[in-house]
């Protein structure tokens, strides 16, 4: 903003000519280039600044209005430069408004004594009842929130975890709420102790509290109608539209909510997508969506997920066609009246691969589909890693990522093969070993725990997962020659077990050390965790080397890997490849048969298939 000086006495005169009237005209400071002019019915209290208006504002598409201020109350308020403020109802209190800002027919804009705007408050996740796990502020991940979570009983990291927080929002909380520029608020109601950056537009919100809406030229935001939000923070591209109700609620970038979803105590991030149903206590990670009414998330960790709605079977576990949006649902009813579970196929919480199944004895199975035929409880192993469904996340995933590239907070990796899925399915078939080594061949079915096994489905399963794991090596060794550290590695880390901070994939070892660092003082302030977690995402190539070098030598009983083992490995590689090409070919084939999709859509999805050789080498 440019000197402030008083208003000369024919100012006022003017002013006072078009209905306004101040407390204090000494208290009025105005821009050097401020024209009294385009000021009406307008009442000042307090301290005001008053930036120059001297531009036309567009309220509309082909109308525009000259900048200034109309029919408004204002207390203790800066305006930037050409802004136009008009027919504000109450009043506006203890605010900054940025430059070329539209604010139009809203009732009150506050900021009240101790104002969080949002940040600050401790909410529980997975346990509605608990004590609260995740502190909301606006540098908050997917991967922090998971941190959280995840060590939520460490006491001594959590009390370090939270002075972080507290030491960040010290530094970095404003006296009183602001308006950033070119943000539009119009036919809003009660907006209280809300900080709206930059490019924001909010229409017909019906009340904005304790909130903090973060959004930039590049990635704005829009606020819709209805919306009622508290103690909120809304991330940068987010869309929060017809009569959605949050509270207490965390929503990360490029998220949409909408047509009546309601929300508490619950975390949304990157690329989400909430309609109709309800939320509560929901870790929603990356890329989930809810599109039903009777859909409740609640108390669970989710990530590149599609709740079902429990009366419909709208995601098959095919779909060629263009609507396929992810390839979980939980509980979908099938019209022969079995239930379907179907582990998605991306990193990112492990209820995508099975471990939050109907029980926790599942979670060595990954990529598996669990169908309930009357009291019995069926388990296909492996199932999901053939179909038409899979290979379109595959492919679709990275591209709907939405968020900007400067709004990408959350870490995502995308590898449907990695140390950490293919981890899973080696304890996988570990488990269909012993289960056939305990029962022996001549078998129908094999018993897990309460879950049946068909035979059939064992001998798949053991195939699938061994499609998978011939892949995975063929692929990671074409990437290691490619990227110049093909040998031996370098370092260990990475060796051991893997895991997946919501979409962070990484060695646990990695984890554990970010663990020892915070509690031992290395490092002790958020921007350093932030930096940390991005760290070990860049180095994801080289300890994803180390953990795949090790499964080599053991899955071909190897001391170290020549050329001609790289011969051999890629050559499987091949062969595999275009075995789950095959199954894939025979799922879309099935879906064809089905009738569910037209001729067209059928022969481009096999015309794709054809050129998958194009990527063998």
């Not at 139009?104 to 401790?122: K, V």
């Not at 998605?344 to 979670?363: E, N, Y």
């Not at 370098?490 to 646990?508: A, N």
């Not at 490092?523 to 994803?544: A, M, T």
Request: charged residues 25%.
């Amino acid at each position: 903003m440019s000197n402030y000086r008083q208003l000369t006495q024919t100012e006022i005169e003017v002013l006072e000519n078009n209905v306004c009237w101040a407390e204090d005209w000494q208290r009025v400071m105005v821009d050097e280039n401020f024209i009294p002019y385009n000021f009406h019915r307008v009442m000042f209290y307090g301290d005001i600044r008053l930036g120059a208006f001297n531009k036309m504002i567009e309220v509309t598409k082909g109308f525009s209005k000259h900048s200034g201020i109309n029919d408004a109350t204002l207390r203790n308020v800066t305006v930037g430069n050409d802004c136009l403020i008009e027919k504000v109802g109450n009043y506006i209190n203890n605010y900054t408004i940025g430059n070329d800002c539209y604010i139009s027919n809203i009732c009150t804009l506050e900021t009240t004594d101790d104002a969080t705007f949002g940040e600050g408050s401790t909410i529980s996740v997975l346990n509605e009842m608990g004590d609260g796990n995740v502190t909301i502020f606006r540098e908050l991940n997917s991967q922090i929130a998971a941190f959280m979570v995840k060590h939520d009983r460490d006491k001594q990291l959590k009390k370090a975890l939270q002075q972080m927080i507290e030491d960040e929002l010290r530094v970095s909380r404003p006296d009183r709420g602001y308006i950033g520029n070119n943000v539009k608020i119009i036919n809003a109601k009660d907006i209280t102790n809300t900080i709206i950056k930059g490019d924001c537009e909010i229409s017909g919100a019906a009340r904005l509290s304790e909130c903090t809406v973060m959004s930039s030229m590049d990635a704005p935001v829009f606020i819709g109608t209805g919306v009622i939000c508290e103690n909120s923070i809304i991330c940068d591209g987010c869309s929060i539209n017809n009569s959605v109700k949050m509270q207490d609620c965390f929503v990360g970038e490029a998220c949409q909510i909408t047509n009546g979803f309601t929300a508490e105590a619950s975390l949304f991030f990157a690329n989400s997508y909430m309609a109709n149903g309800e939320a509560c206590a929901a870790f929603c990670g990356p890329f989930c969506a809810s599109h039903h009414k009777s859909s409740l998330l609640i108390g669970g960790e989710f990530s590149f997920y599609n709740a079902g709605s429990n009366t419909n079977f709208s995601n098959h576990a095919y779909k060629m066609g263009p609507l396929h949006y992810g390839t979980l649902e939980r509980g979908t009813k099938t019209a022969s009246g079995s239930y379907v579970l179907m582990p998605a196929t991306i990193g990112a919480f492990s209820v995508c691969f099975g471990k939050l199944m109907h029980h926790p004895d599942t979670r060595n199975l990954p990529f598996s589909y669990l169908m309930a035929y009357g009291e019995d409880c069926y388990l296909v192993p492996g199932r999901n890693i053939t179909t038409v469904g899979l290979y379109r996340d595959i492919k679709k995933w990275p591209k709907r990522d939405k968020r900007s590239k400067q709004s990408r907070k959350s870490i995502i990796n995308f590898d449907w093969l990695s140390p950490f899925t293919v981890g899973e399915i080696m304890e996988g078939i570990k488990v269909l070993k012993a289960l056939r080594e305990a029962s022996g061949d001549n078998v129908s079915t094999y018993n897990f725990h309460e879950y049946v096994i068909n035979a059939s489905s064992l001998r798949k399963g053991l195939k699938y997962y061994d499609i998978a794991l011939r892949i995975y090596m063929g692929a990671v060794l074409k990437r290691a020659q490619k990227e110049g550290f093909f040998g031996r590695p370098k370092s260990l880390v990475g060796k051991g077990r893997w895991t997946d901070l919501s979409g962070l994939l990484l060695p646990e070892s990695e984890e554990l050390r970010v663990v020892r660092d915070i509690k031992n003082g290395d490092i002790d302030n958020i921007q350093q965790l932030l930096d940390r977690f991005v760290e070990i995402n860049d180095n994801y190539s080289d300890y994803r080397w180390a953990w795949s070098y090790q499964m080599i030598l053991d899955y071909y009983g190897l001391e170290e890997i020549t050329e001609e083992d790289v011969s051999q490995i890629h050559e499987d590689y091949i062969k595999a490849r275009r075995a789950w090409i095959a199954e894939i070919r025979k799922d879309a084939e099935k879906e064809y048969q089905m009738g569910d999709v037209e001729l067209e859509v059928y022969e481009d999805f096999l015309s794709k298939l054809d050129h998958e050789i194009d990527y063998e080498n």
